[in-house]
């Protein structure tokens, strides 16, 4: 495929209700999405870096400027691109996963377009339809907590996580398995808040039956993870830390997590979260799909994703309606607590692009 041009659009996108973690608060996302046209069809990758630098380094205006200085004149000087060229074409320009994955979706979606071919056909999906989870922000007190998942247990998500911080865990926690019983797939998402003196609070959690704990420790201190995993029977997940296949494998073997949360964003690409899905699935390992408030233009190669055999447990693939009231795509609908893998050739969805131009901050177009 040779590439005619690659459009950069920013667009507004406002959440249905503010999402609180440990590293603060979003009440929209500030998304940009790449659009490449192609000599034989075009295709959308969504970047799923948040507007601050405060869950990773990267941040939308950095991607966004390193995709229009670096990333994309790479890609337009190549006579001939494929999905599987582009990290190769762009692995001189260090890190910068989020926007190399965007662009490298983008790339896929037009190439698996031009050939009719499904995503989840592509990377050997086993399922037609995927278990879903939900992510609940910290509250601002237990009772809307308790409230908040309510609603969701109601809508029948099969999993609940609950995002937590030193002082917002064991109570939250306790009331939720006490209002909804032991059966509730329960799991704690901490996104690097706890250090070795907070760590007590996280054994102090191991009572209360939850499928993993999530990233306590900070994304580069694998030992602290080690350590918590040995003292304590619930399984320790990491997110930030796993930034690809080797790093995947690396804590594995450290004994520094059990289970690992794939991201495409944060591994550089759906390709090397494949590659992920695999090593895990060889060392004995569970994956399950993580989240990034994606449109559905994200969602929908993440539903693909999850339908790889070695995703094990429900993601953060939610339905459009937890984030959006109106989604840039056909919305994900819960169906029984599950959303069906897209079909069509692609990542399987249409942006709508009256709705596009409506919701439009910027378009920056480049061309070779
Ligand atoms: O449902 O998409 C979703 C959100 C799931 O909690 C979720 N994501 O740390 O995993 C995370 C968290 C997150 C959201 C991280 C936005 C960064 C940005």
Redesign the pocket.
């Known amino acids: 495929m040779k590439l005619q041009a690659v459009e950069l659009r920013r667009i507004a996108m406002p959440l249905v209700r503010p999402?609180r973690?440990s590293f603060g608060v979003?009440t929209s996302r500030d998304v940009l999405l790449v659009h490449v046209v192609s000599d034989e069809s075009e295709g959308w990758g969504e970047c799923?870096a948040?507007a601050a630098p405060v869950?990773s380094s990267e941040y939308v205006d950095g991607t966004h400027s390193v995709l229009r200085d670096y990333l994309v004149p790479r890609l337009l000087a190549q006579p001939d691109v494929t999905a599987r060229s582009v990290a190769p074409t762009l692995a001189d320009v260090l890190g910068h996963r989020m926007a190399k994955a965007a662009l490298e979706t983008a790339v896929l979606d037009a190439e698996l377009r031009a050939h009719g071919m499904s995503f989840g056909t592509y990377i050997g999906a086993v399922r037609t339809e995927v278990e879903c989870g939900?992510?609940v922000g910290i509250a601002e007190s237990v009772d809307l907590l308790l409230e908040e998942v309510g609603e969701y247990v109601e809508a029948g998500y099969r999993r609940i996580?609950l995002?937590i911080e030193p002082g917002w865990d064991i109570d939250p926690v306790r009331a939720v398995r006490e209002t909804f019983g032991a059966d509730l797939p329960l799991q704690v998402?901490a996104?690097t808040a706890y250090d070795a003196s907070t760590s007590p609070r996280l054994e102090a959690l191991d009572e209360f039956g939850l499928l993993l704990i999530e990233q306590p420790f900070a994304e580069d201190d694998l030992h602290q993870h080690a350590v918590l995993a040995r003292r304590i029977r619930t399984s320790i997940c990491l997110?930030e830390s796993i930034v690809s296949a080797r790093a995947a494998a690396d804590a594995v073997r450290l004994g520094a997590c059990s289970i690992i949360?794939v991201?495409a964003g944060r591994m550089g690409g759906y390709l090397e979260s494949v590659r992920v899905h695999d090593v895990c699935d060889a060392l004995g390992v569970p994956v399950w799909c993580?989240?990034?408030?994606?449109t559905g233009i994200g969602r929908a190669a993440n539903v693909a994703l999850a339908a790889l055999p070695n995703f094990r447990l429900p993601g953060?693939t939610?339905a459009s309606d937890?984030?959006y009231a109106e989604d840039i795509t056909e919305p994900f609908v819960l169906q029984d607590g599950m959303l069906p893998v897209p079909t069509s050739p692609g990542m399987g969805v249409e942006p709508r692009l009256d709705l596009l131009e409506s919701l439009t901050q910027s378009i920056e177009t480049l061309r070779p």
């Not at 993580?290 to 994606?294: A, I, S, V």
Request: aromatic residues 12%; charged residues 35%.
């Open positions: 999402f973690t979003q799923v948040l869950y939900v992510s996580k995002k998402d996104n997110d949360n991201k993580g989240g990034m408030l994606e953060d939610s937890r984030y």
